[in-house]
């Protein structure tokens, strides 16, 4: 099972304004309700602001991750931001994170893998 650190607490392990997330991002880390994932989640069901469904606090929904490795030239924690939330999110350590913090990683994992594919087709055309 997944460590959490929530904010407070990581606030007061680090002495700093960022929360400490101690577990990684999985290589394909898909959304419950998604294929490969675990079922329809609260979030998933409500509207985008919680309207009609009831309110649903979003930053409570946690999703487990885990992200790969840090190499010896790498940073060992990933730096995310969410509407002003931070999180130092660690490589190679598999942690609960808010569902914020969880689509930030999938979206930027899915846009490093677009760019890659981007890169590609254009050294085939050349």
């Known amino acids: 099972m997944a ?3 929530n904010d407070t607490n990581a606030q007061q392990l680090r002495g700093e304004n960022s929360t400490l997330i101690s577990q990684p991002l999985a290589d394909s880390f898909p959304l419950k309700g998604e294929a490969g994932g675990e079922g329809q989640s609260a979030a998933a069901t409500a509207s985008p602001r919680g309207e009609a469904m009831g309110a649903v606090d979003i930053w ?3 999703r487990t991750v885990l992200l790969p490795p840090a190499q010896s030239n790498e940073e060992k924690m990933q730096f995310v931001c969410v509407n002003g939330r931070r999180y ?3 490589k190679g350590v598999e942690v609960d994170v808010p569902l914020p913090v969880y689509e930030a990683l999938r979206e930027a994992r899915r846009a ?3 760019a890659a594919e981007y890169e590609r087709s254009v050294r085939a055309q050349t």
């Open 3 to 5: 460590k959490t650190v």
């Open 60 to 62: 409570k929904e946690m």
């Open 112 to 114: 490093t893998a677009a």
């Open 88 to 90: 130092q999110v660690p």
